[in-house]
């Protein structure tokens, strides 16, 4: 997979369409976040953060999950609060990480949020399984990878055993 966030114009590429994603999922426009290359890394260190909080499911023993994230309250018509994002650049997109993080968790769907077992893949995805068991971010991809490894191992292990362990325990069963 490519790395969406590898160079500032990849990184601003994939920031506007998940800025316009969440716009429609929340309801409400969000503005332009606009990069600097000083971001880019940032944004990687705010993956890290992520993808060691969905695994780990206990962030850094009392540490702040992201440091910079600056979320203001207000209330709307209907007496709603909702949490607005501040900030600019990554310290935004932080802010908009930790909205989401509080925002799943309070609707139970933190739990679904996990990592791909597939140690090469190492992506977080949202388990759409309706019993919570989705163990790959993509089956076929992830999933037959990891399956073709094993099935290939535990045939190497048979295939070595069968030659290496057959004569010994013959020889075993024959001195009991």
């Known amino acids: 997979m ?3 966030i590898a160079d500032l114009d990849s990184a601003q590429r994939w920031l506007d369409e998940a800025l316009e994603n969440w716009s429609v999922e929340i309801g409400a426009q969000q503005g332009n976040v606009i990069l600097g290359q ?9 993956r890290a953060d992520l993808g060691a909080f969905v695994s780990d499911g206990d962030w850094g023993h009392g540490m702040p999950l992201f ?14 609060v ?15 990480v930790l909205i989401e993080a509080f925002t ?5 769907l933190w739990r679904r949020l996990k990592m791909c077992r597939n140690e090469r893949c190492g992506l ?53």
């Open 82 to 96: 909702l949490l607005d994002p501040r900030g600019e650049g990554a310290r935004r997109i932080s802010s908009i």
């Open 2 to 4: 490519p790395d969406l």
């Open 104 to 108: 799943a968790q309070r609707l139970d």
């Open 38 to 46: 000083d971001d880019v890394d940032k944004l990687r260190d705010v």
């Open 67 to 80: 440091p910079s994230a600056a979320v203001a309250a207000r209330v709307v018509a209907g007496g709603r």
């Open 124 to 176: 977080c995805f949202y388990d759409r399984s309706r019993n919570n068991s989705g163990v790959w971010h993509n089956a076929p991809m992830c999933g037959n990878a990891i399956n073709l490894r094993a099935s290939r191992a535990r045939k190497r292990q048979s295939q070595s055993g069968s030659t290496e362990h057959a004569p010994q325990s013959k020889e075993a069963g024959a001195n009991s």
